[in-house]
């Protein structure tokens, strides 16, 4: 119950903060616009490429790139917790009793949210150009880019609580989340990949995340791969909450 | 004074960190005991370990070793209770730059659990205390550095804390908005909160604190009134200068039984004596006695700096600087 309330009132600062910012406002709608207006053009001619897989080059792509949104929308959170440690905000929240869960917790969601939002606009902008997918597809796979943006959230902020400083943040989350995009299959669907790298791709668990999401916008909502890319963000989503709540309680010197 | 149990009481508290070489103790074996009400400072140039130890007691730093009881209830095995009941004002403050300061005042009191409505009184009871009317409803970014330490004193007043922590509370301060946060801690004073502050300000431990310890190394050197302090390292010095031969005076003075030292230096006599206020009369009336006319009399009262230096070889004032 506690933690209920504390999350919600970390939260609503959070977004406070959000919606008071217009910069970010912008943001959050031009960048899928930017994806459908600067990518979606390429995938006509490719569409027709040996070993793509069928269902339409916007059902192939789409899913990719929310996972993508998901993940590197909530990589950079990080940056602006290092500004309120700088600040002292941080420290004067651990002083108050509130829940160490919900001070990860209230933001994290916040930038959830504005994922959801994001990949929203993206999903109905692509219906016109040919993206075919019902309601329930949508419901599952924004409850999977949820997860991978809580999960993905939940890490940055562990790593900034760790490194305290932009200059050590910067290079180790965008060094370590270039690789596992480009070995999720992405960008590109990993059936046209080498077997090595196919190979390598399974232990990445981003690829099951991507798996499921174009499951879902194939129209194979019963395929094993959806409830197995879920499962997996879902479990992955608990222990990266542990660790970064373990990271706001912690003391840091 | 305040009577009553101890607000703080520790024993042995130290802490350590753990550099790639070697192991610093920045807090080595620290026991205090403040009393309700009382505005205790904790004197120390930087890095003496003022700010190590104000971070344990207020539950953002573990122990390495010792014990502590904070508001009545133990550090080390209820910190959420011990949250509950202080309020702390950390070297950088707290508020962010992109809030507006009500808002920030009215988050900070939900944070300990108040209801909307509550938070929202305290906070216009604070704005007014603290006299933030004019640019609270404004981002903190906007504010002077005067107002931003009141809003950030405010957040640490959001749930009227009995003991209150400010580490460092007038650093970077203009001597304007210092002597306001100075008004400031005397008012909280007067409501019955205790304050627990660090300085590296003499002047600021002097005029503000009941109590003071002076810490240097992670120790704690002295503790005391100012009063006691001052007086314990070398009592006051009474400088006086009489028509005729010095010497004369020297001579009349030197035997009386509150002169603890007498000399002659640059034609005054030089007096050292427990407490001036006493001994200043008594010579007086000794020099009328003896039939000498006196000339000029004067009352030096040693500095905490004098404290400083006899416990610790070192001038506060060249550490500092």
Known sequence: MKLLRDTWLVFGRYFWIFIHNPAWVAIGVVQPLLYLVLFAPLLKSIASAPGFPRGGAYNVFVPGLLVQLGMFGAAGVGFSLIAELRMGVIERLRVTPVSRVALLLGRALRDVLSILVQSLILILLSIPFGLSINAIGIVVVLALIALIGLLTASVAYAVALWVRSENSYAPIIFTSALPILLLSGVLLPLGLAPQWLRNIALANPLSYAVDAARAVFLGNLGDPSVVKGVVLMAVLCLVSIAIGARAFGRAVA | ?321
């Open chain 2, 1 to 321: 004074m305040a009577v009553g149990a101890p607000v703080i009481e520790t024993h042995g508290l130290r802490r350590a960190f753990k550099t790639r070489k070697q192991v610093v103790e920045a807090v080595a074996g620290v026991d205090l005991t403040v009393r309700p009400g009382e505005i205790f400072g904790f004197l120390g140039p930087n890095g003496a370990g003022k700010t190590t130890t104000l971070r344990m007691l207020a539950t953002l730093l573990p122990p390495s070793g010792g014990t502590a009881t904070v508001a009545g209830c133990d550090l080390l095995t209820q910190p959420d209770r011990v949250r509950e009941r202080i309020g702390y004002v950390s070297q950088a403050g707290g508020s962010d730059y992109e809030v507006v300061g009500r808002l920030e005042l009215i988050f900070q009191g939900r944070l300990y659990g108040m209801s909307r409505e509550d938070a929202s009184r305290r906070a216009a009871e604070l704005i007014e205390m603290l006299e933030l009317e004019v640019c609270a409803d404004r981002p903190v970014k906007t504010y002077s550095g005067g107002q931003k330490r009141r809003l950030d004193i405010g957040l640490g007043l959001a749930h009227n804390p009995q003991l209150l922590f400010l580490d460092e509370p007038t650093t970077g301060l203009d001597p304007q908005s210092r002597a306001r946060v100075w008004d400031e801690v005397r008012r909280m004073h007067d409501r019955g909160t205790t304050v627990f502050l660090t300085t590296h300000y003499l002047d600021e431990a002097d005029a503000l604190c009941d109590r003071i310890a002076i810490i240097d190394y992670g120790k704690i050197v002295a503790e005391g009134t100012p009063e006691e302090l001052k007086r314990a390292v070398s009592g006051d010095v009474v400088t006086l200068s009489v028509a005729g031969p010095q010497q004369a005076a020297l001579d009349a003075l030197r035997t009386q039984p509150y002169v603890r030292e007498a000399s002659i230096e640059d034609a005054t006599v030089r007096l050292y004596v427990d407490r001036g206020e006493v001994a200043m009369p008594a010579m007086l009336r000794r020099l009328d006695a003896v039939g000498l006319q006196l000339l000029t009399i004067g009352l030096h009262r040693p500095s905490l700096d004098d404290v400083f230096l006899r416990k610790t070889g070192r001038s506060l004032r060249e550490v500092a600087a």
